[in-house]
């Protein structure tokens, strides 16, 4: 197969992804297992809900996730509280909701001292702690004294290929940087490992999911309502494809690995992503599939039936608490801010698939600023809940551009091929509502049923009464005192920017400066 021959040509000596048929030889355990679970944590950068062979998508081939699902827990309602980087990693690392996390609401956010990630509070308890990838950010985060924090652990990074698959995918060893921290782990002691990919991440080299990953568009079954249905944009969509397989092809040495040392039985193994797909009204947005993710999760000595398809709803923040809870360090003792997740304990410990906690019946999202590009390096604030199927937004500043404002070129969606040929269709009568669901004005408020409309393109709130729904939004962004049910929003706004080059983004273009993108937009 073309794909793997590539993969595996690259990696050269890298542990090779075992078939779902393979049996695996296990060795002795290097060091005696703990009784306390080692953690590993994998997340992605930037893939969307359903794009894995565990959900059923042909045209993006995951066998390490799928044995995650297969092997665990696949959960099919899994969600950020904000689709951006930023935010939703520090929802992960604090159990908290953006709105509680004063500035790190923001993307590229300067992060508050006062908050402590999970990361760091295991490695305070007995966990030995480390990461490669890409943790918690874009943004700055340095503590009281101003030393950078280790917020995801311990930097394990110096294993790097000598030429990239792509352009666009990173160098990075991920599998043989796992090696050396599990080399480096103190025999005995439990450990909890973040590896965050930078796949698929922007930019991608365009065609490199036909060329190299050996797909044809017509593999696609399906292109989302938001984005005319063009040869560039199932191209884009591939190339995604391609990155997102990188990522799973590490995944995959990551538990050979484990398995060869004795240590799978014990660890919980978390696959998810940060946001989805980096593609117009999606990454960025507060649509379904902005913030709607995938997540599987196995756990062989904690995890009662694996093989379960969970419906409960699930919110990122309710990480951090459940690894806490299972490495037996209370949140009181944490020295963590107070957790308003819940463990995902009573999930692991049911025989049962479908709905399993009555009470998992919604989770709340949001949206503040993104990327800069307006005026005044304004945000766009956004609440919503998900909940039976139904997600209702509620759009607090409906003067500004949801997307961004075309004096900067829509900042708020990520430079592409479908951006272009969503951007195109503006002066197309017939095609221009795939312009106007990007980067149209907006109403106050957005109701849109998700069992007949997953890509958010029909409104309902003027025909459907959304009361019930707004009421139970506000009720608990009051009681978690969200400062936009205060008054007090604007806060957001005066953040300052964490990239100081790019502040006052706006008005520096509209004078005639040339202001460089990041790669971490």
Known sequence: MKTLFIFTSFLALASPVMAENDTPVVSAPAFPASSKPNILFAIADDWSYGHAGAYGCKWIKTPAMDRVAREGILFTEAYTPNGKCSPSRACVITGRNP?????????????????KSFQEALGEHGYFAGMTGKGWGPGIAKDAAGKNREMAGKPFDDKRFPSRITKGISP??????????????????????????????????????VAKGGRKTS????????????????????????????????????????????????????????????????????????????????WKRGITKPGRVVDDYVSFIDFAPTFLEVADVAQSASGMAEITGRS????????????????????????????????????????GIVKDGMLYLHNFETSRGPG?????????????????????TEKQPDLRHFFEASFGQLPA?????????????????????????????????KQQEDPRMFGNGHIYDEYPYGFAEKRNFYERTMRGEKIQATKEE
Not at 369 to 380: A, K, L, S, T
Not at 404 to 424: F, H, I, N, Q, R
């Open 344 to 383: 995902l304990t009573k999930i692991f410990k049911s025989d049962k698939s479908g709905r399993v906690i009555p009470e998992r019946d919604h989770v709340l999202l949001s949206k503040e600023r993104n990327d800069v590009g307006r005026p005044n390096d304004e945000g766009y604030p956004i609440r």
């Open 172 to 209: 990075a060893d991920y599998a043989g940087n796992f090696n050396d921290f599990l080399d480096a782990a103190p025999k005995g002691q439990p450990w909890s490992f973040w590896y965050g990919g930078h796949e698929p991440h922007r930019g991608y080299e365009y065609g490199s999911g």
């Open 404 to 424: 961004g404002v075309p004096e900067t070129g829509y900042k708020d969606t990520d430079d592409s091929p479908t951006k272009t040929a969503v951007l195109v």
């Open 445 to 477: 408020e957005q109701l849109f049923d998700l069992n007949k409309d997953p890509d958010c393109m029909n409104n309902l709130a003027a025909t459907v009464s959304f009361a019930d729904l707004q009421k139970q939004l506000f009720a608990e962004l």
């Open 99 to 115: 709105w509680q996390l004063k500035a790190a609401g923001n993307h590229w956010s300067v992060f508050p001292a006062e908050f």
């Open 219 to 298: 593999d696609i079954d399906r292109v989302p309502a938001c984005w005319p249905d063009t040869e560039e944009v199932r191209n884009d969509m591939l190339d995604y494809a391609f990155e997102v397989e990188n990522f799973d092809l590490h995944l995959g040495r990551m538990l050979a690995e484990l398995e060869k040392r004795g240590l799978l039985e014990n660890t919980i193994v978390i696959v998810t992503s940060d946001n989805g797909m980096p593609f117009p009204h999606v990454k960025g947005y507060a649509y379904n599939n902005s913030d709607h993710l995938p997540l599987a999760i196995m």
